[in-house]
């Protein structure tokens, strides 16, 4: 059964939230000049070693609160907290996956898991092995010479997670990863992340816009509303683990979280479709 999850135990005050958003309000200038206020006073703390997954409606500004968190904007009102740090600047501790992977194309695979090794001046034999150790990891250890243009979908996702992961980010920021794939290479990338996660336990901030991904996947779900967007559900998810993501949703637990959290998310859709039509 769920439980909201302010009622969820707290952790113990010494371990400040991985990210914490305080009263952000985000705006940006219309062509026209006019101020539009994609978020207002938004506080969400995820605490370390969670899986948060965050739906919402089209536009409501999901992206912009992950951009937040990276620390690519700044917003004029409200503060952004990483492990009880103020953030300043790009977040040091993140790692970032965009549902268009970012893989360079002139680089082959080994070379591109490499690049975050390379920017931290590790040495390129060390590099290279870890990213051999990684690419194994990720079941493409035969595919070390390949360039983007010759790797599937699927792979070249598996490639912007190793990528991800050899910095050894304390958090993940995944912006619809697995929006661009078909339903099988998803799931079976789905399982992946979940098994990885599992091992390594990193602080996950996962977008998407499929409420039953946000289930399967997280430790926590929370809806924001049509814009200007504020939080508005906060559902934990007290599914077993470990998971599998086809099993997970013939869970009939699966089944009473999905109806009470798309009863909230239905509603901003609705308000968001009426507002995109003019009503
Ligand atoms: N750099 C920017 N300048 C002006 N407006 C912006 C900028 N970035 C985002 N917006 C606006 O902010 C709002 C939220 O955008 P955002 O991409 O965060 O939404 P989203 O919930 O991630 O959308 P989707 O689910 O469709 O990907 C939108 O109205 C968008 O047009």
């Not at 009880?84 to 970012?102: K, R, S, V, W």
């Not at 070379?111 to 390379?118: A, E, K, S």
């Not at 390129?124 to 150790?133: F, G, S, V």
């Not at 690419?135 to 991800?164: N, T, W, Y």
């Amino acid at each position: 059964m769920a439980v909201p999850a302010e009622n969820t135990p707290a952790a113990p005050a010494s371990a400040p939230p991985a990210i914490a958003f305080e009263g952000v309000t985000i705006r940006f200038a219309t062509p026209s000049g006019e101020i539009h206020t994609v978020m207002s006073e938004v506080d969400l703390a995820v605490e370390e070693g969670t899986f948060v997954a965050l739906v919402g409606p089209s536009g409501c500004g999901k992206s912009t609160l992950l951009n937040a968190a990276a620390g690519l904007l700044f917003p004029p009102a409200g503060t952004v907290r990483v492990f009880g740090e103020t953030l300043t600047g790009i977040n040091p501790h993140a790692a970032y996956l965009f549902q268009q992977d970012a893989l360079l194309p002139w680089r082959t695979v080994l070379d591109n898991v490499c690049l975050g090794l390379t920017f931290r001046k590790v040495p390129k034999a060390r590099a290279a092995a870890e990213a051999r150790r990684w690419l194994k990891r990720v079941g493409l250890a035969a595919f070390e010479d390949r360039f983007p243009h010759q790797l599937s979908g699927g792979m070249r996702k598996r490639v912007a997670i190793a990528q991800a992961w050899i910095v050894n980010p304390r958090l993940l920021l995944m912006d619809e990863p697995f929006g661009a794939l078909d339903v099988q290479t998803r799931q079976i990338m789905e399982n992946e992340l979940l098994e990885l996660w599992q091992e390594t336990r990193k602080t996950v901030l996962f977008i998407t816009h499929d409420l039953e991904e946000a289930i399967a996947l997280a430790d926590r779900v929370v809806v924001l509303s049509t814009g200007p967007a504020r939080i508005k559900g906060d559902y934990a998810i007290d599914l077993k683990r470990p998971r599998d993501v086809a099993e997970i949703r013939l869970d009939p637990a699966f089944n009473a979280l999905y109806k009470r959290i798309w009863a909230d998310l239905r509603d901003e859709v609705l308000k968001q479709e009426e507002g995109a039509h003019g009503a």
